[in-house]
């Protein structure tokens, strides 16, 4: 059973507006979760993370919202540019899973020029 | 210095093979962990070493033997592997506490034949 989903495979959006990923997890002692990027033939690369404490991070173009009562949190991507399409990865932890990380299936981002 | 190192970057190997990937970090992270990637799947965790002891064992069979010689260093060795077996291997390495931000390297490409 998927802890961690990502519903969407994939997402087109066209340069310049708002890209919106999302997340949805069924554990509800996940309380840290982190967005990676991952190019083709690369190792995922660290977006942002959020820790349950917050419902809202931003850091640049990238904003994760996280609401805890719905176990869903998404990101936002704004403005998109050609250079942000890659496969993103939604990742969850839980205190008690000390240092392990539960990813979700990734969403394929096409960002159109 | 904020990179993991990995290599090789391809390997072949027959399924009598025995073979080595290697990962380095000079981050002074105090945790690392193999990950296996298959096609259009997230991360899976393999191992974890903490403080280089094996913390984390997630049922790999034992065709695959991790070793941590130092803090730095992290070794997956390889021997009768199957051809599902073939997948990105990823290294990864965080700070050495609960619930970090877990920094990849760029994945060694393994083809078992």
């Known amino acids: 059973d998927q802890q961690v989903k990502q519903n969407s495979p994939s997402l087109s959006v066209q340069e310049g507006r708002i890209s919106i990923l999302n997340c949805d997890y069924t554990n509800s002692m996940f309380d840290y979760f982190l967005w990676y990027k991952k190019y083709p033939a690369e190792g995922p690369t660290f977006l942002i993370s959020?820790?349950?404490?917050?419902d809202k991070n931003e850091d640049g173009r990238f904003t994760v919202f996280l609401n805890k009562s719905a176990k869903h949190l998404s990101l936002h991507i704004v403005p998109s540019q050609p250079g942000d399409s890659a496969v993103y990865f939604c990742a969850a932890s839980a205190r008690n899973y000390g240092q392990n990380f539960v990813f979700g299936p990734g969403t394929r981002l096409s960002v159109l020029p | 210095d904020t990179e993991v190192t990995q290599t090789p970057k391809h390997l072949v190997m027959g399924m009598t093979n025995k073979k080595s990937l290697k990962c380095e970090q000079h981050m002074g992270h105090r945790a690392m962990y193999w990950y296996k990637q298959k096609a259009k799947k997230p991360p899976e965790l393999m191992f974890v070493y903490s403080y280089e002891k094996l913390s984390i064992n997630e049922s790999v069979p034992s065709r695959f033997s991790p070793e941590c010689p130092n803090s730095s260093l992290l070794n997956l060795h390889l021997h009768a592997l199957q051809p599902e077996d073939s997948a990105l291997y990823l290294c990864a390495s965080s700070p050495g506490h609960l619930q970090e931000t877990q920094y990849f390297g760029p994945g060694t490409r393994l083809l078992v034949l």
């Open positions: 959020i820790s349950s404490i917050k």
